[in-house]
């Protein structure tokens, strides 16, 4: 996601009106690409929106295409590489901070957790759970 990031800003920055970004990850292409509406936005995935809706208020087109990792691409090779030398350059890019919104889904989460390991455990509405043994998932 961080290198999707960098390569809309990277755009915008050099006024690239097209281009095609390539990225060997599947979740981050499905991410963008809203295909699950039911999941919340991080704050990097709504950066990222940003920035390609930025391009597109331009008049410029971003296209984000999946492509297998790990099958001999050059580019994404080379992308690979940079990756590994970041990470073990231990530059820090900045992006430690967990906005409220990140730590509000984490919250949730772990209250679900433990409401669900109260309502296994407890003995009240035995044969409810007979029926229901987890609790139901918001829509």
Not at 36 to 57: F, R, T
Not at 63 to 74: A, L
Not at 108 to 137: C, I, V
Request: charged content about 25%; overall charge positive.
């Amino acid at each position: 996601m961080m290198a999707l990031k960098f390569a809309l800003s990277h755009a915008l920055t050099q006024e690239m009106k097209n281009c095609v970004i390539f990225t060997d990850s599947k979740s981050a292409v499905e991410r963008i690409g809203l295909r699950n509406k039911s999941k919340q936005l991080s704050h990097l995935d709504i950066e990222i929106l940003k920035l390609y809706y930025e391009i597109s208020k331009l008049g410029g087109e971003v296209i984000i295409t999946w492509i297998k990792g790990h099958s001999g691409i050059k580019g994404n090779i080379i992308a690979d590489a940079l990756a590994k030398e970041a990470l073990s350059s231990g530059e820090n890019i900045n992006n430690n901070i967990l906005p409220i919104a990140d730590l509000d889904v984490c919250s949730k989460h772990q209250l679900r957790l433990k409401w669900q390991a109260n309502y296994t455990e407890s003995e009240k509405g035995s044969s409810f759970k007979l029926w229901q043994p987890k609790l139901l998932q918001k829509r």
